[in-house]
């Protein structure tokens, strides 16, 4: 037996989310079993328990699109009973049972090695939103974007992803920008390696088919009207990896960047994305990631303050990155 939060709907629609006390025999299929230690509270997950998106698929279903954890059984052949694993995406916590429980049952093929640098609860620290970070690290690396050529800038810096994107490409030798909306926390974000931190209002109003010319590079969690201000400020061939849509979905944009600077937007998918990759950037997070200042902007919670603490990320209140203590 083992606890879980359970996402369940009635017949008139309403969404339910209750702690309950569950077995092993009601598991979705899978080849792995893994014990989970730590889960991750993401901005998925939020939307996910608090009912305010539509990021769960059927009903009954456990939530939480990431875990850490170790294998108590295994008829995979890459893992074996014992060993310490990660689970990001793959449709975990939206359509296949998810990582608020106690158990998770998965195919072995979604699990990645914890890297030995870190503890599961270090993996999760940074999560999903930290292992998005380093996919669009990556991705502006992969593009040519190197320091020397100018200033990165990150929105949402306050953030899960925000916060280690900072954290990331300070440590790279980046010099980096910080968006936020919450100018209160400059010093925090200054201590994670941020060089200038502006506020978001810098990016509102009218937005001009080309801006001044200011970023080589961009990290953007927020979509919508704030990716479009963003694309319109990079400079000639300058990078966008985008891959969030806090502020919307939309993206009132005009082709001027884009055909007169030769940017490039870039969209990252944290959820599907290839092993290969999963690997490198979970390799790459164990090299340049800061132990003391991953834990500094990280907050444990357990299973039952989940789903207020989800209201509190939906309605900005929550900072950097938030673990859920499971086992």
């Not at 030995?116 to 609860?121: I, L, V, Y």
């Not at 001027?256 to 600077?261: E, T």
Request: charge should be neutral; glycine fraction near 12%.
């Amino acid at each position: 037996m083992f606890d879980a939060l359970l996402a369940e709907k009635s017949e008139d629609g309403l969404q339910s989310i209750t702690l309950r006390r569950l077995s092993e025999e009601q598991l979705p299929p899978g080849d792995v079993t893994v014990r989970i230690e730590y889960s991750a509270l993401n901005y998925k997950d939020a939307l996910a328990l608090t009912g305010n998106g539509p990021i769960l698929r059927s009903f009954p279903i456990v939530p939480g699109i990431d875990f850490a954890g170790t294998v108590e059984n295994s008829s995979c052949l890459r893992f074996s009973p014992g060993q310490k694993v990660i689970l990001n995406g793959w449709g975990a916590g939206e359509k296949h049972w998810g990582g608020f429980s106690g158990l998770a049952r998965v195919p072995g093929e979604w699990l990645v090695p914890l890297p030995s640098a870190f503890t599961t609860r270090q993996a999760m620290a940074l999560g999903t939103a930290g292992y998005t970070a380093m996919l669009c690290v990556r991705m502006l690396q992969k593009q040519g974007v190197t320091p020397d050529c100018g200033d990165i800038l990150v929105t949402g810096a306050t953030g899960g992803v925000g916060s280690v994107a900072v954290m990331l490409l300070a440590r790279l030798g980046y010099n980096v920008t910080a968006v936020t909306g919450r100018m209160e926390e400059k010093d925090t974000l200054l201590s994670l390696g941020a060089c200038n931190v502006i506020p978001r209002q810098f990016f509102e109003g009218q937005i001009r088919p080309l801006e001044k010319a200011r970023w080589a590079g961009a990290i953007d969690v927020a979509g919508g009207k704030m990716l479009a201000a963003v694309c319109a400020s990079m400079q000639s061939s300058g990078v966008v990896a985008a891959c969030g849509l806090a502020a919307g979905m939309d993206l009132p944009a005009t082709v001027a960047p884009f055909i007169l600077r030769g940017v490039i937007l870039a969209g990252v998918d944290s959820v599907y994305c290839s092993q290969s990759e999963r690997l490198a950037a979970w390799q790459d997070l164990a090299a340049l990631t800061d132990p003391a200042k991953l834990e500094s902007v990280t907050t444990e919670i357990s299973l039952l303050q989940a789903v207020s603490e989800a209201e509190k990320l939906l309605n900005g209140q929550v900072k950097g990155r938030v673990v859920v203590k499971v086992a």
